[in-house]
């Protein structure tokens, strides 16, 4: 299983960034789906998780910013971020949880998101 995240980049403050993430190889059943952010000398923390049945949460930190959304069909999870602000730069990682009796956890590669003042 492989996890591919796009859509970091360099942006203003105030901007907006969609992240994707796309799950590929022999996957049965993806269960909760999810976003976590590192920042330099920050312990990697979680951003936004969804279920399989789309319920979501959020850190308090990107609640009513941030929306995490997903598309069952093409095993991809998105990250939509608006009004961003410099304390958001960090690496962004995916993550998901695949299986069906016993569950395996797996991330992406991670996707640098940079907020300008």
């Known amino acids: 299983v492989q996890l591919v995240e796009s859509g970091g980049g360099l942006v203003q403050a105030g901007g907006s960034l969609r992240l994707s993430c796309a799950a590929s190889g022999s996957i049965r059943s993806i269960n909760a789906m999810g976003w976590y952010r590192e920042a330099p000398g920050v312990r990697r923390e979680l951003v936004a998780t969804?279920?399989?049945?789309?319920?979501?949460n959020y850190a308090d930190s990107v609640q009513g910013r941030f929306t995490i959304s997903r598309d069952n069909a093409k095993n991809t999870v998105y990250l939509q971020m608006n009004s961003l602000k410099p304390e958001d730069t960090a690496v962004y990682y995916c993550?998901?949880?695949?299986?069906?009796?016993?569950?395996?956890?797996?991330w992406g590669q991670g996707t640098q998101v940079t907020v300008s003042s």
């Open positions: 969804i279920t399989a049945g789309g319920k979501t």
């Open positions: 993550k998901a949880i695949i299986g069906v009796s016993i569950m395996y956890q797996y």
